[in-house]
């Protein structure tokens, strides 16, 4: 059964021997995900402390709540790790 990485290259060709760059971008791409993901966590997580600390203003709260759907689109739409409610 052949194999390809997701790029078109044949993983399992005799003239071709299997190179630790051939799933590069593959790896690059989760990993970029996994990091970015994490960031958005951490800045959710801060903006949540600050929209409930008391003296927060309206303006304010609607800045902390653009960084809270932010992260919540970035987590569902382009991770796919949850599901949406």
């Known amino acids: 059964m052949p194999v390809q ?9 005799e003239n071709h ?5 051939d799933c590069a971008c593959d790896y690059l791409n989760c990993v ?18 600050k929209f409930n600390a008391a003296g927060t203003s309206e303006q304010d709260k ?3 709540r ?3 759907e932010g992260a919540k689109f970035f987590i569902n739409r382009i991770t796919g790790l949850f599901q949406q409610n």
């Open 62 to 64: 609607t800045f902390y």
């Open 17 to 21: 021997a299997v190179r630790s760059t």
């Open 66 to 68: 653009g960084k809270i």
């Open 5 to 13: 990485s997701r790029y078109g290259i044949s993983l399992n060709d």
């Open 32 to 49: 970029g995900d996994a990091v970015v993901g994490w960031l958005h966590i951490r800045i959710a997580v801060e903006a949540i402390k």
